[in-house]
């Protein structure tokens, strides 16, 4: 009968070690969730944006007036 796997992680918040089996996982106390919804919250973590846009690089090719370049 295989047992079943449980991974050992860090919590985010305070690095202490959490199973993925505990009830709070990620994260090892509601104390640590609510710290990190309220950093999500107030803006603390943001998703940084590309440095240049994909389109600057591609040439605007007009088929509707071929003409003008």
Request: hydrophobic share 30%.
């Amino acid at each position: 009968m295989p047992r079943k796997r449980s991974l050992k992680l860090r919590c985010p918040i305070c690095k202490k070690a959490v199973k993925n089996t505990d009830a709070d996982f990620p994260f090892c106390s509601e104390r640590c969730r609510t710290i990190d919804l309220g950093r999500w919250a107030s803006g603390a973590y943001v998703i940084s944006s590309p440095l240049k846009d994909a389109d600057e690089g591609i040439p605007d090719n007009n088929p509707e007036n071929p003409d003008e370049q």
